[in-house]
């Protein structure tokens, strides 16, 4: 009896000092005019963030610099992956004005970079690559000097959807490999590791930058992590984030570490030593994070 009770406090003592975030994970929301502005155009033109959706703790600080990171498609994913805290379920027909909508607001924000993502929406007969490829054309004709990112989904690895987006020519397309090859099943419900990599491969070979990010303190080892960034280094991935993934709910995948901010450190340095060209790698970094500063240097 004393070594289960033993066993147990020392589970409890575990659970609870995971439970604790530590100090690099407190964050701020401060609201400023900025701030106000840019809720009250993404609001008021009927638009869906990831920013809010996915709970992302940079929301304060980007939108009160004027960036949002925009999702089209709607906010119901057609996927329940265990990492993430959009809505799963029947997603709504597209909206036909949501284009000319996102690219209104960019226009209305006067965003000299401008990043999209959306939903996966499994229910299209395209999966919503027509979506993508108009909103990406009308925010290009609405704003003409604006340098455009997406993130997109895998598109169960078809190429012709793929290829559709890279038509369009943004100037990056990222997609995100989320974690290491081990952990990918098991908080991925449909994307696949060898999947998401030839997506990125076929957005380097058609010239565009490509870009992908993922997160930490699921269980990885810094050899897993080194064997992802090798990975999408032989797809010809420059562009890389890394930051710590933080449970939304208790029905999600569980933490099992905080990183320290030595350890993203490393994988900053060793990330530019494997290549690539930018890598943010910090507690707090999201896909978009500084996204402005990585269309400069792509």
């Known amino acids: 009896m004393a070594t289960l009770n033993s066993t147990l406090n020392s589970q409890l003592s575990t659970l609870n000092s995971m439970a604790r975030k530590p100090e690099w994970l407190k964050i701020s929301i401060g609201t400023n005019e900025r701030y106000t502005q840019t809720k009250r155009i993404v609001e008021s033109n009927c638009l869906h963030t990831i920013c809010s959706s996915g709970r992302c703790p940079n929301l304060g600080e980007c939108w009160g610099k004027g960036t949002a990171t925009f999702m089209i498609g709607g906010n119901i994913c057609t996927r329940s992956c265990k990492f993430c805290n959009t809505l799963t379920g029947k997603p709504l027909p597209l909206d036909k004005e949501e284009p000319a909508h996102v690219a209104k607001s960019i226009a209305l924000m006067k965003l000299t970079h401008a990043v999209i993502t959306s939903v996966d929406r499994d229910d299209l007969p395209d999966l919503g690559a027509a979506h993508w490829a108009e909103t990406i054309n009308e925010i290009r004709k609405v704003n003409p000097d604006t340098t455009i990112e997406v993130l997109i989904p895998d598109f169960q690895g078809r190429e012709e959807l793929v290829q559709l987006v890279i038509d369009a020519r943004p100037e990056i397309i990222s997609h995100n490999m989320e974690t290491v ?67 939304p709910s208790h029905k999600h995948y569980p933490v099992a570490e905080y990183v320290t901010p030595d350890q993203f450190d490393r994988y900053k340095a060793i990330g530019l030593q494997k290549g690539f060209t930018q890598v943010e790698s910090a507690p707090l970094v999201r896909s978009s994070y500084h996204a402005e500063k990585h269309v400069m240097h792509r």
């Open 181 to 247: 090859k081990r952990i990918s099943p098991l908080v991925r419900s449909a994307a696949k590791y060898e999947t998401s990599l030839e997506v990125i491969r076929q957005i380097a070979a058609n010239g565009i930058s490509a870009k992908s990010g993922i997160m930490v303190g699921l269980g990885e080892t810094p050899a897993e992590v080194e064997e992802l960034m090798d990975d999408l280094r032989i797809v010809n991935c420059n562009i890389l984030t890394i930051g710590q993934y933080l449970q």
